[in-house]
T-cell receptor
Framework: AQKITQTQPGMFVQEKEAVTLDCTYD???????LFWYKQPSSGEMIFLIY??????QNATEGRYSLNFQKARKSANLVISASQLGDSAMYFC????????????FGTGTRLKVLA | DTEVTQTPKHLVMGMTNKKSLKCEQH?????MYWYKQKAKKPPELMFV???????INESVPSRFSPECPNSSLLNLHLHALQPEDSALYLC???????????????FGQGTRLTVV
């Protein structure tokens, strides 16, 4: 069984500051992928960043970076230079690498960026 | 084109109605998904199609009936729904296992379903 845990139901950050959203996961599969998605109030799930279980380096995509600590089974999202448009729900998700893909989501963190 | 298009965006239906949700992608993805998302909750997987065959059914009630007519289209047929089925229904697609390493799922904007 796999499990994604996001322990921060809500977070506040000042505009232009950095913020870290926590995610821990549990899987017995050695091959897996970790993803972060942003969901604005409109409902669409927007892909932000990906980390593969065999990747040696932390993933970065523009202002997003993923702090991947495999031994601790954590994959925290760091957003630098926060913008008002970053206010949204953020989901951590995991995909197992064998057979048909299943994407399983954590409970999410609601981020509010303050002006 | 990295879009997943869902129609309709909003749907109100009675408990005796039959309706269908539609999803389309033109990214050549061979895996397509239906998720259900209640307010303030994460998306919950309902069905996965792989190469147009139903691969995963997460014990979804039979009043939800998926269909994959071809590799670009995914439907969700709805019949005799209950008010508690009201939710955001999200469609997604992704590369198959033999594709690129970045196998993120691309999501549509969803259909907001209200059952009255």
């Amino acid at each position: 069984a796999q499990k994604i845990t996001q322990t921060q139901p809500g977070m506040f950050v000042q505009e232009k500051e950095a913020v870290t959203l926590d995610c821990t996961y549990d899987t017995s599969d050695p091959s897996y992928g970790l993803f972060w998605y942003k969901q604005p109030s409109s409902g669409e799930m927007i892909f932000l960043i990906y980390q593969g279980s065999y990747d040696q380096q932390n993933a970065t995509e523009g202002r997003y970076s993923l702090n991947f600590q495999k031994a601790r089974k954590s994959a925290n999202l760091v957003i630098s230079a926060s913008q008002l448009g970053d206010s949204a729900m953020y989901f951590c998700a995991m995909r197992e690498g064998r057979g048909t893909y299943k994407y399983i989501f954590g409970t999410g963190t609601r981020l509010k960026v303050l002006a | 084109d990295t879009e997943v298009t869902q129609t309709p965006k909003h749907l109100v239906m009675g408990m005796t109605n039959k309706k269908s949700l539609k999803c389309e992608q033109h990214m050549g993805h061979r895996a397509m998904y239906w998720y259900k998302q209640k307010a303030k909750k994460p998306p919950e997987l309902m069905f996965v199609y792989s190469y147009e065959k139903l691969s995963i059914n997460e014990s979804v009630p039979s009043r939800f009936s998926p269909e994959c007519p071809n590799s670009s289209l995914l439907n969700l047929h709805l019949h005799a729904l209950q008010p508690e089925d009201s939710a955001l229904y999200l469609c997604a697609s992704s590369q198959d296992k033999g594709g690129s390493r970045n196998t993120e799922a691309f999501f549509g904007q969803g259909t907001r379903l209200t059952v009255v």
